[in-house]
């Protein structure tokens, strides 16, 4: 019986850290074409969701390394996760404060076309996540973070769409301005389960 359930357990563990590697490379290679393309494009609601991919990677990352830990570092991680997407959420807010005084016209049709791939990306992430156990509080960090994503991928296509159509930028702020928001809510959901898996262990 114990030896099925060691076997069961490493199965497990295996199946974590493949998802979340998969899921860290993805993310990499999202946040380089999703900055860049903002940037190219000036659209605030891509660079906002490209630096939101920077973040799930870092959270993947921690995620990996707290895999065969205790349940306490494991809470640990989730609250330096929490964290980063909290400050993460202030910068996009920074940005688009900053952008608002601008006067750059973003691409509507650059923001639709890399939010698709966005979108695919994350979709899939949170099908494999999904998969995983959430009653973990590090993987349910990771599922919050990708379930974000695809709310937000959805977001910069819609705006894409509004701006193509209109030639209005500030549809694109307030993607921008909705990001940073709804990062931030994540956040504090995030410390909120990492703070309570924390005084389970003591």
């Known amino acids: 019986m114990s030896d099925c359930a060691g076997s069961s357990i490493k199965a497990d ?3 974590q850290r493949r998802v979340l590697r998969i899921a860290l490379g993805l993310n990499v290679v999202m946040f380089v074409a999703e900055t860049g393309a903002g940037l190219v494009a000036h659209s605030t609601g891509l660079i906002a969701d490209g630096l939101d991919m ?3 990677a870092t959270a993947y990352g921690i995620a990996l390394g707290a895999i065969t830990r205790g349940p306490r570092f494991k809470a640990n991680a989730a609250m330096t996760s929490g964290t980063i997407l909290l400050v993460l959420g202030l910068g996009v807010l920074i940005e688009v404060a ?3 005084f601008g006067a750059e016209q973003p691409e509507g049709q650059m923001m639709i076309a890399v939010g698709l791939v966005a979108l695919a990306v994350n979709a899939a992430v949170l099908r494999m996540l999904g998969r995983q156990n959430r009653d973990e509080v590090h993987i349910r960090a990771t599922w919050i973070f990708t379930r974000a994503d695809v709310v937000a991928n959805a977001a910069v296509i819609v705006s894409g769409l509004a701006v193509l159509l209109t030639g209005n930028r500030y549809f694109d702020l307030v993607v921008g301005l909705g990001i940073g928001l709804f990062v931030m809510r994540e ?6 389960d990492a703070g309570k898996a924390r005084k389970l262990t003591r």
């Open 187 to 192: 956040a504090l959901e995030i410390l909120g």
């Open 98 to 100: 900053r952008r608002y």
């Open 13 to 15: 563990t295996l199946a």
């Open 54 to 56: 920077l973040a799930d």
